[in-house]
C-alpha cells in the first residue's frame, strides 16, 4: 500500500482565553479552555470530519490550524513546518495553499460587489494574473461549481443559499489551494441542497487532489464526506477513528448518543435512542474528570475525578473513557 503524506499534524494543541465578560453584580476572571490538548493528523487527499456541539472548539481548531487566531500552546505543523512559526514572508505564500469557506458566504461577500470580481479578488491580491486570465479563471471555476458564465455579472443578493454556497466554494478553489478547511458548510440549507454542496465538495476533491478539514455539527452530514473522524466535547477529542470504525463501531458514549440522534430512513430498522441529560456545560467552567461525567448515562464515580486516557483501543481507534 503507498504511504500518504502527512500534510497537517495537530499535536496537543491548546487554546485558552480569558473569560473577561463582566455581569451587574462581579466581573469574570475564569480562563476558557476552548480547545485542550487536541492531537490528529490529516493525510494529503483526505478528509477529516470534526464533529461536535456548538462550543466544542472544532472552529477554533480550524482557524488555529489556518492561523487565523493564536495558539496557547501545542504546535501544528503542515508539511512538517510549524505554521505558527513561519515568519511574515512565508505567511503569505503558505496562505494560497490554505482556504476556508465559511458557513454563511454571504456575510463575506460586499452586496456592491460582482460576483465575478469577489471571486477574482484574491488572485488580484496576490498579483497572480492579468485581469483577462482572472476572468477566464474565475469562468472556470463557476464552471466547475455548478455556476454559469453570466453569473459572473450578478450581484450577491440574486443567489439562493446554495449558489451563495458554491460562490464561497469557487472563492476558495481559484487560489488552487492543497487544503480547505470549511466550516459548517452546509448548515441552514435544505437537505436536498447540502447532498448537492456535499458532492461538489467530493468531485472538487478528486478532480483537484484536495484535502478538507470538514467541521460539522452533524454526524449524518460527516458521514457522506469523511474519511476519518474526530468527535470533539469541550474542547477535548472523546473519539477519533477512520469514518467506517466511528459508524459501525463506534465505542465512546458521547458518540453513540450523537449516532443514535440520526433518523434511519428504513422503519423495519431500530436503534436505541441514547438520551443525552442537561445541557453542555460552560466551557470556563468544565465538569472535573471526564467532562462528558455530567451526562453520561453510563457515568460511574470515578468519572467524576479522573480524567479518562485518549488511548488506541484498536489500530488507529482511540477513545478517552474508562469503560472501554
Ligand atoms: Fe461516561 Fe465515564 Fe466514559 Fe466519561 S469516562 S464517557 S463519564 S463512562
Same mark, same amino acid.
Given at each position: +500500500?503507498?504511504? @500518504? !503524506?502527512?500534510?497537517?499534524?495537530v @499535536?496537543?494543541l491548546?487554546?485558552?482565553?480569558?473569560d473577561?465578560s463582566?455581569?451587574?453584580?462581579?466581573r469574570n476572571?475564569?480562563v %476558557?479552555?476552548?480547545? #485542550?490538548?487536541?492531537?490528529f493528523?490529516?493525510? /494529503?487527499?483526505?478528509?477529516?470530519?470534526l464533529?461536535?456541539e456548538?462550543?466544542?472548539?472544532?472552529?477554533?481548531?480550524? =482557524?488555529s490550524?489556518l492561523?487565523?487566531?493564536?495558539?496557547?500552546d501545542?504546535?501544528i505543523l503542515?508539511?512538517?513546518?510549524?505554521v505558527?512559526?513561519?515568519?511574515?514572508?512565508?505567511?503569505?505564500e503558505?496562505?494560497?495553499?490554505?482556504?476556508?469557506?465559511?458557513? #454563511?458566504?454571504f456575510?463575506?461577500?460586499n452586496? $456592491?460587489?460582482?460576483?465575478?470580481d &469577489?471571486?477574482?479578488?484574491?488572485?488580484?491580491?496576490?498579483?497572480?494574473?492579468?485581469?483577462?486570465?482572472?476572468?477566464? @479563471?474565475v469562468?472556470?471555476?463557476?464552471?466547475l461549481?455548478?455556476?454559469?458564465?453570466?453569473?459572473?455579472?450578478?450581484?450577491p443578493?440574486?443567489?439562493?443559499g446554495?449558489?451563495?454556497q =458554491?460562490?464561497?466554494?469557487?472563492?476558495?478553489?481559484?487560489?488552487?489551494?492543497?487544503?480547505?478547511?470549511?466550516?459548517e458548510?452546509v448548515?441552514?440549507?435544505?437537505?436536498?441542497?447540502?447532498?448537492?454542496?456535499?458532492?461538489?465538495?467530493s468531485?472538487?476533491?478528486?478532480?483537484?487532489?484536495?484535502?478538507?478539514?470538514?467541521?460539522?455539527?452533524?454526524l449524518s %452530514?460527516?458521514e457522506?464526506? &469523511?474519511?476519518k473522524v474526530?468527535v470533539?466535547?469541550?474542547?477535548?477529542? +472523546? !473519539?477519533?477513528?477512520?469514518?467506517?470504525e466511528?459508524? /459501525?463501531n463506534?465505542?465512546?458514549?458521547y458518540?453513540?448518543?450523537?449516532?443514535? &440522534?440520526?433518523?434511519?430512513p428504513?422503519?423495519?430498522? @431500530?436503534r436505541? $435512542?441514547?438520551?443525552l441529560?442537561?445541557?453542555?456545560?460552560?466551557?470556563?467552567?468544565?465538569?472535573?474528570?471526564?467532562?462528558?461525567?455530567t $451526562?453520561c448515562?453510563?457515568?460511574r464515580?470515578k468519572?467524576k475525578?479522573?480524567?479518562?486516557?485518549?488511548? /488506541? %483501543? /484498536?489500530a488507529?481507534?482511540f477513545v478517552?473513557c474508562?469503560?472501554?
Amino acid at each position: +500500500m503507498d504511504q @500518504k !503524506e502527512l500534510l497537517v499534524e495537530v @499535536k496537543n494543541l491548546k487554546k485558552h482565553y480569558k473569560d473577561s465578560s463582566r455581569s451587574l453584580f462581579k466581573r469574570n476572571q475564569s480562563v %476558557v479552555k476552548a480547545v #485542550d490538548n487536541v492531537s490528529f493528523t490529516i493525510e /494529503e487527499g483526505e478528509t477529516f470530519g470534526l464533529v461536535g456541539e456548538s462550543g466544542s472548539g472544532k472552529s477554533t481548531i480550524g =482557524r488555529s490550524i489556518l492561523r487565523l487566531t493564536d495558539i496557547t500552546d501545542g504546535e501544528i505543523l503542515y508539511k512538517g513546518k510549524s505554521v505558527h512559526q513561519l515568519s511574515k514572508q512565508e505567511l503569505r505564500e503558505h496562505r494560497k495553499s490554505f482556504q476556508f469557506v465559511f458557513q #454563511d458566504p454571504f456575510s463575506s461577500l460586499n452586496p $456592491r460587489i460582482r460576483i465575478g470580481d &469577489a471571486i477574482g479578488e484574491a488572485l488580484l491580491d496576490h498579483g497572480l494574473a492579468t485581469k483577462k486570465e482572472i476572468r477566464e @479563471k474565475v469562468l472556470e471555476v463557476l464552471n466547475l461549481c455548478g455556476l454559469a458564465p453570466y453569473h459572473i455579472d450578478r450581484f450577491p443578493h440574486e443567489f439562493s443559499g446554495g449558489q451563495r454556497q =458554491r460562490i464561497g466554494i469557487a472563492r476558495a478553489i481559484i487560489m488552487d489551494p492543497e487544503f480547505i478547511v470549511a466550516d459548517e458548510p452546509v448548515s441552514g440549507l435544505d437537505v436536498s441542497i447540502q447532498a448537492q454542496i456535499i458532492n461538489l465538495f467530493s468531485d472538487l476533491q478528486e478532480k483537484k487532489q484536495l484535502t478538507y478539514l470538514f467541521i460539522s455539527h452533524d454526524l449524518s %452530514v460527516v458521514e457522506h464526506i &469523511a474519511t476519518k473522524v474526530g468527535v470533539l466535547y469541550l474542547g477535548t477529542l +472523546m !473519539e477519533l477513528g477512520s469514518r467506517d470504525e466511528i459508524y /459501525e463501531n463506534p465505542l465512546h458514549p458521547y458518540t453513540k448518543s450523537l449516532l443514535s &440522534a440520526i433518523p434511519i430512513p428504513d422503519p423495519t430498522v @431500530k436503534r436505541e $435512542r441514547i438520551v443525552l441529560q442537561g445541557d453542555v456545560p460552560n466551557p470556563a467552567n468544565p465538569p472535573t474528570g471526564c467532562k462528558f461525567h455530567t $451526562r453520561c448515562p453510563f457515568a460511574r464515580e470515578k468519572c467524576k475525578t479522573i480524567v479518562p486516557e485518549f488511548k /488506541e %483501543v /484498536e489500530a488507529n481507534h482511540f477513545v478517552a473513557c474508562h469503560l472501554v
